[in-house]
């Protein structure tokens, strides 16, 4: 059994289509399927039950897929320790956050992250999949919200961020100081798209109350979301720092005075990768930097 044939395997598995996974490994479908086949032939057990163009896993296939991505995870710790060996304080470093943090948050952090290590190789991914990409090893470390509880994570919390009602300084609410959860039924909102953590945490907040948001504008874009509600759009829902960190004069923060939704954030990576000095180092300065900010 080759590694490269492990690594063809998982392929297959995290597309299940041959097509789609020659792809992505970038080889021909026809050399993928010839690999898949000599695995299978000395295992003695088919991995992959085929129907039509569909395939998925069998129970062979399950087995093999736990062994072999604790072995692939192992090898890559392997190599991260080496190459951290080699190179000090170089080597790389993929963090993954929310799309609706880095605008204005997050991006900071990341510049006095590059300045203290600047041969670090620093790639950063906006997702709202992060824990998938972190139990995938797309990732190294995650900032997002508190994930579920998981065995495979290691969860560092952070603290707690409550939502109010952000407006325009021209806004009929705008000189209020508090308001009421339900006096967001009906009114128009700028907000994210369905899926995005902090739509979904809103919209459940508001569901308890009995009443769906009123989203006229749906927008995964932070200046575009704060360049609606500045010139009056709409309202919208949003976290005391996120508003702050922002910076616009023409909008007014007003919080929710009575069982605001409410968010924990964490900085996570996967229990059983190896995270060098540079990863370490990362976290430190985010959880100081986070928490001296009140990111929460």
């Known amino acids: 059994m080759e590694l490269r044939q492990l690594e063809y395997f998982i392929a297959v598995c995290e597309e299940l289509h041959f097509s789609k996974a020659a792809e992505k490994l970038g080889i021909s479908q026809p050399n993928l399927s010839l690999q898949i086949k000599a695995l299978e032939e000395e295992i003695g057990a088919p991995l992959f039950d085929r129907l039509g ?24 710790n ?3 320790e080496l190459a951290e060996l080699r190179h000090h304080q170089g080597g790389r470093l993929a963090v993954g956050v929310l799309p609706s943090e880095l605008d204005y948050r997050l991006t900071p952090l990341f510049i006095d992250f590059h300045r203290r290590f600047p041969k670090v190789g620093l790639r950063i991914h906006a997702s709202v999949e992060l824990v998938k990409m972190v139990l995938d090893a797309t990732l190294d470390i995650a900032v997002s919200l508190m994930p579920m509880p998981d065995d495979r994570l290691t969860v560092l919390p952070l603290t707690e961020e409550t939502y109010g009602l952000v407006v325009s300084e021209r806004h009929e609410l705008a000189g209020r100081d508090s308001v009421a959860l339900d006096e967001l039924k009906g009114l128009p ?3 994210y798209p369905r899926g995005f953590w902090g739509r979904e945490l809103v919209e459940d907040a508001c569901r308890r ?10 927008t995964t874009s932070n200046p575009s979301l704060f360049r609606f509600v500045a010139e009056g759009v709409g309202a919208s829902v949003q976290t005391a720092d996120l508003v702050e960190s922002v910076g616009d004069p023409a909008l007014r923060f007003i919080p929710i005075r009575d ?4 968010r924990r954030m964490a900085i996570f990576h996967r229990s059983d990768k190896y995270l060098g000095h540079v990863a370490n180092s990362f976290i430190r300065i985010a959880m100081e930097r986070l928490k001296r900010d009140s990111f929460s």
């Not at 109350?209 to 749906?218: S, W």
């Open 259 to 262: 069982d605001p939704p409410t």
């Open 53 to 76: 163009k569909r395939i998925s896993l069998t129970i062979a296939g399950h087995i093999l897929q736990k062994h072999s991505r604790n072995l692939l995870a192992d090898l890559q």
């Open 189 to 191: 909102i700028v907000i």
């Open 78 to 80: 392997a190599y991260d």
């Open 209 to 218: 109350q009995g009443f769906e948001l009123n989203a006229i504008v749906e």
